[in-house]
């Protein structure tokens, strides 16, 4: 006869400490953990974008210096725009006049916005190979010419399909373009002026 004593059974262990990290790591979990994180995140990006909508981001330049520079170093007269209408801000001036020696030809372009938030480029140049020029007026179809300001100027379209005022003293040509609109090209055109310093 056997007897039924007491079985000895292993005494139940706790789980380690490592595999209940385990278990709580699951994909929900950090799910659930991340939510609020994204939300906080995209909170900021919302508040932050909303907060620079009113921000002009247009940097504004004087060009001044830029065209009185050209002025002292060109061989020809130069001109430039003067007493633009409200809404026309310049944004860039540039000349390669600073390395320029006696007798070198000289580029001058200035940048404008125009109201409409276009592109108007202003072009002087006594080198016909400037790329300034040579860009815009390689491959442009004439279409007749306009009287701006008092002075006749090439109406064209340049092969990007944007028109082109173009006008010829000699050596110096002068270009108006952009992605503006005609009338605030012819703006531009219409205000150049000889430099007086």
Do not use: H
Not at 4 to 22: C, F, L, M, N, V
Not at 43 to 65: C, I, N, Y
Request: hydrophobic letters at 40%; charged letters at 20%; aromatic letters at 4%.
């Amino acid at each position: 006869m056997t007897s039924a004593g007491p079985t000895s059974q292993p005494p139940a262990q706790a789980p380690s400490p490592a595999i209940e990290r385990a278990n709580r790591m699951s994909a929900a979990n950090m799910l659930r953990s991340l939510l609020p994180l994204v939300l906080i995140c995209l909170a900021l990006v919302g508040w932050m974008a909303f907060k620079q909508s009113d921000v002009d981001t247009v940097r504004e330049v004087d060009p001044a210096s830029t065209v009185q520079l050209a002025a002292a170093r060109a061989g020809y007269p130069v001109v430039a725009p003067a007493g633009l209408p409200d809404g026309y801000r310049p944004t860039s001036a540039r000349t390669d006049a600073g390395d320029a020696e006696a007798g070198d030809p000289v580029t001058l372009e200035i940048g404008y916005l125009t109201p409409s938030s276009e592109y108007a480029g202003f072009v002087i140049s006594d080198d016909a190979r400037a790329s300034a020029v040579d860009d815009v007026l390689d491959g442009a179809q004439e279409q007749g010419t306009v009287d701006l300001g008092g002075q006749a100027w090439t109406r064209g379209t340049t092969e990007r399909g944007e028109t082109v005022l173009s006008g010829t003293d000699g050596d110096v040509t002068v270009l108006v373009t952009g992605s503006a609109t005609d009338e605030e090209l012819e703006a531009v055109a219409g205000a150049v002026r000889p430099y007086s310093g």
